[in-house]
Nanobody, 121 residues
Framework: QVQLVESGGGLVQPGGSLRLSCAAS????????MGWYRQTPGKERDLVAR???????NYADSAKDRFTVSRDNAKNTVYLQMNNLKPEDTTVYYC???????????????WGQGTQVTVSS
């Protein structure tokens, strides 16, 4: 099995910064895309940013110019640097990873448990 463990959430004032981390461990042969999503109660889980194994990235419009997604392949870890945070960024953030757990097998999607980000003065 594969586990994703997130860290780095918390309380920050508007305009502040946070860096989220998500480390994958377990039966990992390779990881394709890793990314961050967020979900407000009662709404769907939406993409924030993702990074492919080749380093290409995608961002939600709300994250462009403020957030940066990156990964360390040697550590199976994805990061989300969030700058100029706004109150509307307040919610739970989830990481996910597309993981191959056996050679030549399919990629499965795994999720972290979520980390709360609160932007408030």
């Amino acid at each position: 099995q594969v586990q994703l463990v997130e860290s780095g959430g918390g309380l920050v004032q508007p305009g502040g910064s946070l860096r989220l981390s998500c480390a994958a461990s377990g039966s990992i042969v390779s990881i394709n895309t890793m990314g961050w999503y967020r979900q407000t109660p009662g709404k769907e889980r939406d993409l924030v940013a993702r990074v492919s194994s080749d380093g290409s990235t995608n961002y939600a419009d709300s994250a462009k110019d403020r957030f940066t997604v990156s990964r360390d392949n040697a550590k199976n870890t994805v990061y989300l640097q969030m700058n100029n945070l706004k109150p509307e960024d307040t919610t739970v953030y989830y990481c996910n990873a597309h993981v191959r757990t056996r050679y030549a097998g399919p990629y499965y999607v795994f999720w972290g448990q979520g980390t709360q980000v609160t932007v408030s003065s």
